[in-house]
């Protein structure tokens, strides 16, 4: 099994939108062979001194059976569509693949 942190960095007071769009292809993802888990974060203010806040960041946290889950997944059509959605709402994106050590 492998975990994905997605960092998805969204235009100024855009993650609302963001969010809605996300949750319009969820239902596809989750149902797609090797996902385990598929889901979106957003930042809460606990106070702690050491906590980065950011309301313009949405942390996707995902789990695939396998690395080859995870490349079909990126491949898939659904992906190319959501893609487009979002493409003029999100600045950039960067991923975290892990494994368990």
């Not at 806040?53 to 959501?82: C, F, G, Q």
Request: net charge negative; with cysteine.
């Amino acid at each position: 099994m492998i975990s994905v942190l997605a960092f998805i960095r969204v235009n100024p007071g855009k993650a609302k939108d963001f969010l809605e769009a996300f949750a319009d292809n969820v239902g596809n993802v989750r149902a797609e062979n090797g996902c385990i888990e598929y889901f979106a974060t957003v930042d809460i203010d606990t106070g702690l001194s050491i906590q980065e806040l950011n309301a313009d960041l949405v942390t996707v946290i995902e789990k695939w059976e396998s690395l080859d889950a995870l490349r079909a997944h990126l491949a898939a059509p659904h992906m190319a569509v959501y893609r487009e959605k979002v493409k003029d709402i999100v600045e950039g994106v960067s991923l975290k693949v892990l494994k368990e050590a």
